[in-house]
């Protein structure tokens, strides 16, 4: 069974940053491509950044290029989200995902990953 767990939202002023850590168990050894997402009131949930097994390729909506950063953890399976300048757009629960597909298809659709968390709140206030 695998189970994700984020964590690091907060409430943070405009134009602050805030991290948010992700960790994944597994069952298997594996390394697996791992991504974030996020769903403000009333909307669909987004995508927001992607990375590899490895860490060496990333993918970012346009929203966050140049403000966020998704990277690796030391562990097996943990990332994080480092998010600068944020604004009250970014305003969302933020979710944590596994893809367990062995390309690491970098995907920015939510069908892509297999293994969510419960994700973690991050408010901007003006």
């Known amino acids: 069974q695998v189970q994700v767990v984020e964590s690091g939202g907060g409430v943070v002023q405009a134009g602050g940053s805030l991290r948010l850590s992700c960790a994944a168990s597994t069952r298997t050894s594996r390394h697996y491509g791992m991504g974030w997402f996020r769903q403000a009131p009333a909307k669909e949930r987004e995508f927001v950044a992607a990375?590899?097994?490895?860490?060496?390729?990333?993918n970012y909506a346009d929203s966050v290029k140049g403000r966020f950063t998704i990277s690796r953890g030391g562990a097996r399976n943990t990332v994080y989200l480092q998010m600068n300048s944020l604004n009250s757009e970014d305003t969302a629960v933020y979710y944590c995902?596994?893809?367990?597909?062995?390309?690491?298809?970098?995907?920015?659709?939510?069908?892509?990953?297999?293994?969510w968390g419960q994700g973690t709140q991050v408010t901007v206030s003006s």
């Open positions: 990375i590899s097994w490895s860490g060496g390729a990333t």
């Open positions: 995902a596994l893809d367990t597909d062995p390309r690491s298809r970098l995907g920015d659709q939510p069908s892509m990953y297999a293994h």
